[in-house]
C-alpha cells in the first residue's frame, strides 16, 4: 500500500490471512505430496518450491505460470505472493494462457503497466 507505514502494512497482512480461505489440499503443504495442478510432471511439493527459486527466471516463470493457469487460486497464495507475480509478470505472462485476463484483472495489472515496463528478472 502507498502512504501506508510499516505497521499499517502488518494489519493489512494479518487480516488478510484471517480472511483467507485454507488451501482446498491440506497435504500442498508437504514436501513429498505430487500437486495436482502440475498434473503432467512428476514434481513433488519441494521440487516445485525449488524450481520457484530457481536462479532462472524462465524456469521461474515457467513453474509460477503453470501454478497461476492450473492451481485453485486458494493454493496459489501457499506458494507465491502478489508482489512476487507482479514482478515476475512480463516473464510469465506468456505461460498463463486463457487465464492471463483474470490475472491482470486481479491483481490490477493493466495492459500499458505491461507494455511500458522493460523485461524485469523475475
Not at 60 to 75: D, I, Q, T
Not at 90 to 101: C, Q
Request: charged share 30%; glycine share 4%.
Amino acid at each position: 500500500m502507498r502512504g501506508a507505514s510499516r505497521r499499517d502494512n502488518l494489519q493489512a497482512a494479518w487480516y488478510l490471512e484471517l480472511l483467507m480461505l485454507p488451501p482446498t489440499s491440506a497435504n500442498l503443504r508437504e514436501p513429498g505430496t505430487r500437486p495436482y495442478f502440475l498434473w503432467w510432471l512428476d514434481c513433488t511439493v519441494e521440487q516445485f518450491i525449488e524450481h520457484l527459486q530457481s536462479p532462472d527466471p524462465k524456469e521461474r516463470a515457467y513453474y509460477l505460470g503453470a501454478l497461476l493457469r492450473e492451481a485453485n487460486s486458494r493454493e496459489v497464495w501457499v506458494f507465491t505472493t502478489p508482489e512476487e507475480v507482479r514482478r515476475c509478470w512480463p516473464t510469465l505472462v506468456r505461460h498463463l494462457g486463457r487465464s492471463r485476463a483474470r490475472w491482470a484483472w486481479l491483481l490490477d495489472i493493466e495492459r500499458d503497466d505491461v507494455a511500458g515496463q522493460q523485461r524485469l528478472e523475475c
